[in-house]
């Protein structure tokens, strides 16, 4: 249904293509806190692009030396953030927006017998969003299932005047299904990289691998 702006920041060469090419090294992944960094960098280079944006108000600041005439945003964001690969990208959206809100969102992967799997959500832990801008992230925008899922449960917090959605690297197939999905039309898509393929097991190809794993380790 809906039809958002996209933004694909990997089609303009700039510093963020650079540490996208190190998340996918596997020579570069074996090093976590690089990796994890990588991904924070990543999340600061989303918040200056979604910045501009946003709402700006002006505000007389005083200085030593008399009253600087300065911009600050008018409202602050709340970032959203499905856990667990999301933390690292959240930590580097809130440097850069300091006084942001914060919601956390638990969806996983529930597989079943045949190979497939449905997406759960076991955990929203969110502020009031009516009236507010959301920016909801994920690094991997696989399926897209989970990513609109929780947009979904976030609803119940109120409804955000527009949101964000934010990943690093996406397929083209959960770009489609976010686009086919979202039941509203306000909101922008912004991505790192779109690769063409998925496995069958919902994995991005060539993608980067597990980025949970790749940030925190191997889960049992
Ligand atoms: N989640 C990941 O961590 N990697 C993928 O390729 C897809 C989903």
């Given at each position: 249904m809906g039809k958002p702006k996209i933004h694909l920041l990997g089609n303009t060469s700039s510093l963020i293509n650079q540490y996208v090419s190190e998340l996918r090294d596997e020579n570069v992944q074996t090093d976590s806190l690089r990796f994890r960094f990588n991904m924070e960098r990543i999340g600061w280079i989303f918040a200056y692009e979604i910045s501009r944006k946003l709402i700006w108000e002006k505000k007389d600041v005083v200085t030593s030396l008399g009253v600087a005439s300065c911009e600050v945003l008018k409202q602050q964001p709340v970032i959203a953030t499905?856990?667990?690969?999301?933390?690292?990208?959240?930590?580097?959206?809130?440097?850069?927006?300091?006084?942001?809100?914060?919601?956390?969102?638990?969806?996983?992967?529930?597989?079943?017998?045949?190979?497939?799997?449905?997406?759960?959500?076991?955990?929203?832990?969110?502020?009031?969003?009516?009236?507010?801008?959301?920016?909801?992230?994920?690094?991997?925008?696989?399926?897209?299932?989970?990513?609109?899922l929780s947009y979904k449960e976030l609803l119940g917090k109120g409804k955000p005047v527009h949101t964000h959605i934010v990943s690093i690297l996406a397929s083209n197939q959960g770009v489609e299904y976010v686009k086919k999905s979202m039941p509203d039309e306000d909101y922008t898509l912004w991505l790192g990289a779109v690769d063409d393929e998925l496995t069958a097991r919902a994995y991005i190809v060539p993608g980067l691998g597990d980025a949970g794993d790749l940030a925190f380790g191997s889960k049992l």
């Open positions: 499905i856990l667990r690969a999301g933390l690292p990208m959240h930590q580097g959206l809130l440097n850069a927006f300091d006084k942001a809100e914060n919601a956390f969102i638990s969806a996983y992967r529930k597989h079943r017998k045949d190979g497939r799997f449905d997406i759960k959500v076991e955990y929203v832990s969110s502020p009031p969003l009516s009236g507010k801008t959301l920016i909801l992230s994920d690094p991997m925008l696989a399926t897209g299932a989970s990513m609109v």
